[in-house]
């Protein structure tokens, strides 16, 4: 019980890659961060958003005063959608560049931050596209400055040096993994968070769950992603069933913003693999299918082709919400069907046919699982052989 300990009403420093500010009322060190970007002569910003939630949630109000009172010029795209596109990128590029923009400041969850990294990248690198950066046509060392204001509790994307964007005439969604996109600056306010939808809710959160469990057992996992994922699946075990009670109970925003926070850097050390990998094919093929949604169906089966190779770390990170488990490869089913049965626990029973998917579309899936730029090296990590008829029956599976 040592969360009664903290006050949520303190904004907390938290020091990973990126400086956090963590905490109810976190937004308003925006002011701190604003006065730092004038003294580093960042003058000029693009702003990258979706269309509402930046100026619902209040975000923009404080932010926008922040930047008029250090004289920071900024030029705002909110056009950002779910699965973010390289030519929304390269759109939000243009505009960046003919303002010159020297900084980038991201409001949203992971597509705009995700969008924004790929957008301070291409300000360095005025001869290249979101398609050649997707498609890993040269490897950048250098990005302008990232400030990532979080309002979702899901992605971790603000702690971490990943982006993910669709090339949507190819169906790809590659993943890129660069040092330079570490936000300088990261903003986790769950005051801002308490607007976000159930669903928005449910999935936002089962996204963090599964940045562990595929951290804590890839090829590259260490004791610290362990721990991490153990304290992550039991922060969203407990948080989130009150957060669907009472969206406005502000104690279970903040530690699921916390565990959240905690799942990027979990998977910035330890990677990704099958979910992530699989999940990836079905947002490009439909490009407004919900990210944490499609994880969340796909982890069962995942679950269970994973659980002989790693069973004594899964039967420890899963025990808040699988009780019981062996650490021997006779509970596979069990940790499988109980992984399950706690997504059904917070109204999230759906299969892939739910969501317009059929057996028709599993050979076409598996293919871009395997052929998406970056989304082999995923596969490569996975704890047990990713071949394609493993893949094939991971996606038949959760039909």
Same mark, same amino acid.
């Given at each position: 019980?040592?969360?009664?300990?903290?006050?949520?009403?303190?904004?907390?420093?938290?020091?990973?890659?990126?400086?956090?500010?963590? *905490?109810? *009322?976190?937004?308003?060190?925006?002011?701190?961060?604003?006065?730092?970007?004038?003294?580093? *002569?960042?003058?000029?910003?693009?702003?990258?958003?979706?269309?509402?939630?930046?100026?619902?949630?209040?975000?923009?109000?404080?932010?926008?005063?922040?930047?008029?009172?250090?004289?920071?010029?900024?030029?705002?795209?909110?056009?950002?959608?779910?699965? =973010?596109?390289?030519?929304?990128?390269?759109?939000?590029?243009?505009?960046?560049?003919?303002?010159?923009?020297?900084?980038?400041?991201?409001? *949203?969850?992971?597509?705009?931050?995700?969008?924004?990294?790929?957008?301070?990248?291409?300000?360095?690198?005025?001869?290249?596209?979101?398609?050649?950066?997707?498609?890993?046509?040269?490897?950048?060392?250098?990005?302008? =400055?990232?400030?990532?204001?979080?309002?979702?509790?899901?992605?971790?994307?603000?702690?971490?040096?990943?982006?993910?964007?669709?090339?949507?005439?190819?169906?790809?969604?590659?993943?890129? @993994?660069?040092?330079?996109?570490? =936000?300088?600056?990261?903003?986790?306010?769950?005051?801002?968070?308490?607007?976000?939808?159930?669903?928005?809710?449910?999935?936002?959160?089962?996204?963090?769950?599964?940045?562990?469990?595929?951290?804590?057992?890839?090829?590259?996992?260490?004791?610290?992603?362990?721990?991490? @994922?153990?304290?992550?699946?039991?922060?969203?075990?407990?948080?989130?069933?009150? @957060?669907?009670?009472?969206?406005?109970?502000?104690?279970?925003?903040?530690?699921?913003?916390?565990?959240? +926070?905690?799942?990027?850097?979990?998977?910035?050390?330890?990677?990704?693999?099958?979910?992530?990998?699989?999940?990836?094919? +079905?947002?490009?093929?439909?490009?407004?299918?919900?990210?944490?949604?499609?994880?969340?169906? +796909?982890?069962?089966?995942?679950?269970?082709?994973?659980?002989?190779?790693?069973?004594?770390?899964?039967?420890?990170?899963?025990?808040?919400?699988?009780? &019981?488990?062996?650490?021997?490869?006779?509970?596979?089913?069990?940790? @499988?069907?109980?992984?399950?049965?706690?997504?059904?626990?917070?109204?999230?029973?759906?299969?892939?046919?739910?969501? &317009?998917?059929?057996?028709?579309?599993?050979?076409?899936?598996?293919?871009?699982?395997?052929?998406?730029?970056? +989304?082999?090296?995923?596969?490569?990590?996975?704890?047990?052989?990713?071949?394609?008829?493993?893949?094939?029956?991971?996606?038949?599976?959760?039909?």
């Amino acid at each position: 019980m040592w969360e009664k300990d903290q006050n949520i009403e303190e904004v907390r420093e938290i020091r990973t890659r990126t400086n956090v500010y963590f *905490g109810c *009322g976190a937004i308003h060190k925006i002011e701190d961060v604003a006065k730092d970007f004038a003294a580093k *002569g960042i003058d000029k910003v693009i702003v990258m958003s979706g269309r509402n939630a930046y100026k619902s949630t209040g975000a923009w109000a404080v932010v926008e005063k922040a930047l008029k009172e250090n004289k920071i010029g900024y030029v705002n795209y909110d056009k950002v959608t779910p699965n =973010p596109t390289t030519d929304a990128i390269d759109e939000a590029t243009k505009i960046a560049k003919e303002f010159g923009a020297k900084g980038v400041i991201t409001i *949203g969850g992971g597509s705009p931050t995700d969008a924004g990294k790929s957008v301070a990248i291409l300000l360095k690198y005025p001869k290249e596209t979101g398609a050649s950066l997707y498609e890993f046509k040269f490897t950048p060392t250098e990005a302008v =400055p990232i400030v990532a204001i979080n309002l979702t509790h899901g992605t971790g994307s603000e702690t971490n040096r990943f982006a993910v964007a669709t090339i949507l005439e190819k169906n790809y969604k590659p993943a890129i @993994a660069y040092d330079c996109i570490y =936000p300088m600056y990261a903003i986790d306010d769950p005051d801002l968070m308490k607007g976000l939808s159930p669903k928005q809710t449910r999935y936002v959160s089962i996204d963090a769950v599964n940045h562990v469990v595929e951290a804590a057992t890839s090829k590259v996992a260490s004791p610290y992603t362990v721990t991490l @994922a153990r304290e992550v699946i039991e922060m969203v075990a407990k948080y989130l069933p009150k @957060a669907i009670a009472n969206p406005n109970d502000r104690q279970a925003r903040y530690f699921l913003c916390y565990a959240a +926070l905690m799942g990027g850097v979990c998977f910035d050390n330890g990677l990704l693999h099958y979910t992530h990998a699989l999940e990836h094919p +079905l947002s490009a093929m439909k490009p407004d299918f919900s990210h944490g949604l499609g994880l969340a169906i +796909l982890l069962p089966a995942v679950i269970k082709n994973i659980y002989a190779s790693k069973a004594n770390t899964l039967a420890y990170i899963l025990e808040p919400i699988v009780k &019981g488990l062996n650490p021997d490869a006779s509970d596979s089913e069990k940790a @499988a069907n109980g992984v399950y049965e706690w997504l059904k626990s917070v109204d999230v029973p759906n299969k892939l046919k739910d969501e &317009g998917f059929s057996d028709a579309d599993v050979e076409t899936l598996t293919n871009l699982a395997f052929t998406t730029p970056s +989304l082999d090296g995923l596969l490569g990590i996975a704890p047990t052989m990713a071949t394609k008829e493993a893949v094939a029956k991971i996606y038949q599976e959760s039909l």
